[in-house]
């Protein structure tokens, strides 16, 4: 299957994810010690609640997924645990991070070729790719739970003190880099379904990271200068806010994980991905329901500076606080202006069989992942193998075939709904 490529960009922006992961992580730390110093408890408590928040959330997923699979682990790093010692390294929050650790070894497996023979039959590929994807889409989850809402209260911060700690900016642009990065490498994963990937122009990447990039800014500053008049209130909001997204998510009855438990635990979180972004969770044209949310979040982005402009009326000329606040909300429109853009001319709408034609497992037409164990077991069990047997003649008889699926299937229903 010529369609899951693992390509010398891929492996570039694998190693700069990890480089934003231990950044962040370094930052994080920095931030609480700050607060402490400061003793701005207040913001040291919700700054703590985002962060385990946010791990709990992702490290659930990670460890539901790994259950549907019946705890298959497929690197070496994987398999140096048990599924005791995995589900206890979940328990601790480390979960996510095995995670990036098999991501980094099969993307340095493919990226300097494990053997000719191997990246031939484009096992070690496939794989990469297979867990690059669940990794995207834990990452995209972490960006709206953890960096989105720091970046709120980052901004917040800096609107109530008027003064810029190199903290604060600090964090500020790390969160903003987490939530560009995880958007790019999203649609990064979704694009690797579709059949003529090499003919999409880089350009289509730019323009929806723009979109994405107007969007989520004019959203997030919305929600910052409202919590820094009204910081009681903005909780309220969010709640609120989010029992109407959820609602809507359960309404759209989707169907994503493997486990009702799961399911409900995915349309909460799609809830709360609507509260700062878009989110495409059902398949077939949404191009109503993506319409009524615009104008829901931009009615919302609308209300939140016309009480930040009622609030500040009384410390700054409420001209420039107007001008401000319509400046965010322009912000917006042209975030819808990009997305129209992409629409229009760089979507490529495609029916379901199509996906699904360039997702067949390669075991029905004898090329399938059978040798996969010669990849992750020893490399002395890949050496006797290959000493008994010319690898260069593919009629010899090979093992029984794995059921190691060559695709994501998690990331291909995203796939579906998002092109289809």
Known sequence: MGVFKYSRLDFLLTCVGLVFLLADIVLDILAVVTFYQEKDYVSLCILILFLLGSSVL????????????????????????SPTQLKLLHVL????????????????????GFTAYLNAEGLVEGLAVYMSHDLSMLRLMETFSESAPQLVLM?????????????????????????????????RSLRTFLPNKAKQQIISSAVYFLWNLFLISSRITALALFASVLPCFIFTHFFCSWIVLFFFAW????????????????????GLIWYFDWFNVVKGRTRYRTLLYHLYILADISLLCSLWCWKMSTEMQLLYAIVFAVIVVLFYIFGLFFKMIYYKC?????????????????????QGPTRLNFIIGDETDFAMSSSDVDVSDRSFPRPPASNFPHYNKRMRKLAENFYS
Not at 59 to 71: I, N
Not at 161 to 187: D, N
Not at 255 to 266: K, N, Q, R, V
Not at 358 to 364: A, E, P
């Open 251 to 270: 309404r759209s009855k989707t169907d994503f994980m493997d486990s009702p438990c799961g399911e409900w635990l995915y349309r909460a979180t799609v």
């Open 346 to 366: 760089y979507h490529p709408n495609l029916a379901k069989e199509e996906l699904e034609a360039n997702t067949t497992d390669r075991t029905q037409t004898g």
């Open 58 to 81: 992702v490290q659930a997923f990670s460890w539901l997924w790994y259950s549907y699979e019946d705890f298959r682990r497929q690197t070496k790093v994987e398999k140096s645990l």
């Open 155 to 187: 901004l917040t911060i800096f609107l109530r003190r008027r003064e810029l700690s190199p903290v604060t900016v600090l964090k500020a642009v790390g969160s903003a880099s987490a939530i560009a990065f995880s958007v790019t490498m999203y649609h």
């Open 93 to 112: 929050q480390l979960g996510i991070y095995l995670r990036h650790a098999g991501v980094v070894e099969m993307s340095v497996r493919s990226f300097f």
